[in-house]
């Protein structure tokens, strides 16, 4: 009883904090674009931070102000599209926490034929997790590791308690500000993002984050957002996550089917790490625990925040020998993808292979998949956003709130990739162990439409 009372009252101190950093966060001045102004008149940009299939993101400083923001710009070319993109990011004003990126409006830029959502949100300086692991050149240690998940972990408490679920929980999507804050990105946007580009290029999105709910046509809740948080545990460890290294349509059979990852030397780990991992990579969602119970945890306990400050210098220190950002990252590097056309192409013969790269460089290849991702979505307004990736709205408290529907990127992934080409890649046994699988599943289905009509003909009679 003793333990519960101290929970309850660090529980208790923990959201009158919150609760005050929100009130200050809420103020007006931190809503900085007019949309009916040019952005490119509010803005003076200063540096490119990061590129992808979305589009770019860049540093600016807000003219009236001098406030300093991450402007994303995506591009698009239908009125449609940026009327789905808009609607998608409007909801994000309401996203107001110290560990969830500030949203501080958006904007049409038109210059010639070229057509720009402009979305100003909040600068961190430090640049996402994914990012520093790509510059440093190496993983990260177990201290800091520790404490970016529990930041993760505080933003997810946050959002799961606006009845919102992140679903592109990854390195990339894990910002930190010159203090070494964790921040969460990219909810929201990079879902609508991804569908938009779908319509046009047929793009293939990446899975290897994703949880086997998602992945299979089964309902899914919150606890999708913490195998995401497991994924990126063994990634902040290992600079990639598991199966990054084979196609994303073979990892969508592999995911649901193999057992749960772990890491691959776990003797090299502290059994805290090691158990971290296996309670949020837990198979079967009702017993995977919650954010607000991980927050808990002994790993999480022992984050330490003057690991973060010694990391963060270290970044600095391998900017300035690179150059800049842009050169540290590699961006203008020819061995970076260019489009999304080449991404979704195999890799010719005379190129290096991605395996024998090195594996912070590993990191920034895979994030490249970035724009493909799922954002989160507002559980409570679902039925009416018009998209194809929502959840419904949640009944009864803890019950399940997914409606089995996959993102409309896998399906589309599923749809276009299912070829001999595709099916070459797999051994015989797991060839055999697929159609197993396939008829298990059309047994299901055939004896679901057959309970369903039986009970529809007696209440007939």
Known sequence: KEKERKRKRKRQKRKTKREKEEEMAAAPENALIDP??????????????????????????????????AIKKVPFQEEKDMEEMMREVSFMKDLVSPYIIRYHGSARHKEGKEDELWIAMEYC???????????VDRPLTEKESSTICKYTLLGLEYLHSCNKIHRDIKAGNILLNDKGEGKLADFGVSGQISDTHRKRNTVIGTPFWMAPEVIQEVGYDFKADIWSLGITAIELAESRPPYANIHPMRAIFMIPSRPPPRLSEPAAFSPEFNDFIAQCLTKNPDERPSATELLQ???????????????????DRCIEAAGGRVAALGLDSEDEYDSEE????????DEEPRQQRPKAKQVQEEEEYDGYGTGPIDVSAAKNDGFNTFVQPVSGGSESVGSGDRPAFLENLLENHRTKQMYAAYTTEELEKMIVDLRVEMDRKVTEIQTKYAARKKELK
């Open 36 to 69: 009916d102004v040019s952005p490119a008149e509010q803005f003076d940009i200063v540096e490119l931070l990061g590129e992808g299939s979305y589009g770019s993101v860049w540093r600016a400083t807000h003219k009236k102000t001098g406030t300093e923001v």
């Open 125 to 135: 300086g430090a640049g996402s997790a994914g990012d520093i692991m790509t510059i």
């Open 297 to 315: 945890h002994p790993f999480i306990r022992n984050a330490d925040e003057a690991a973060m400050v010694a990391l963060l210098k270290e970044n």
């Open 342 to 349: 080449e991404e979704s192409e195999e890799e010719s013969e």
